[in-house]
């Protein structure tokens, strides 16, 4: 808090909360990397852009992303995934109370894995929340003036207090 002047999650996780979650997560996130190490990039990036949490993502925009992310040194990325999974960081679910900065989580009304993210974050007092219709997972790159609206709204806000 007396670095941050408040705290942004977008579409983002505060952990996992139990040893079950974790180990499916992880398993799950091993046999991504596998398919990450040893299939194309391009293949892969096809697949994954394919993913529910996607769907939302216009053709445009799925394939900007695809080229983005195909032009990228990826020879690390299954490793890189192994390493930096959900399921290896520490749940904060139990510290959100506690921050004392003002806090912003937003999440895309059809990336459903985040909104109950959300409304379960929700029921702490100090974090605002935002749910962006018409859109998914990438709430930046899929309705980026109201992505840009609710952070200056939130910043201005949180650099007055």
């Not at 941050?4 to 996780?13: E, I, K, Y």
């Not at 799925?62 to 195909?70: F, N, V």
């Not at 959900?86 to 904060?92: E, N």
């Amino acid at each position: 808090p007396e670095v941050c002047a408040g705290l942004v999650f977008a579409s983002g996780n505060p952990g996992l909360d139990n040893d079950f979650a974790r180990e499916q997560r992880y398993a799950h996130d091993c046999r991504i990397a596998a398919r990450i190490e040893s299939e194309p990039r391009r293949s892969f990036l096809d697949y994954w852009y394919s993913a529910p949490v996607f769907r939302s993502l216009s053709e445009e925009v799925r394939q900007a992303e695809i080229e983005r992310k195909s032009a990228r040194d990826g020879d690390d990325w299954g490793a890189i995934l192994r390493s930096f999974s959900v399921a290896k960081q520490p749940s904060y679910w139990h510290r959100l109370s506690e921050l004392s900065m003002p806090t912003l989580a937003i999440a895309g009304m059809q990336d459903r894995k985040y909104t109950h993210i959300i409304e379960r974050m929700r029921e702490t007092p100090n974090i605002e929340t935002s749910v962006v219709d018409n859109c998914g997972h990438i709430v930046h790159h899929e309705r980026p003036l109201v992505f840009v609206r609710l952070l200056k709204s939130f910043l201005a806000e949180a650099c007055v207090s």
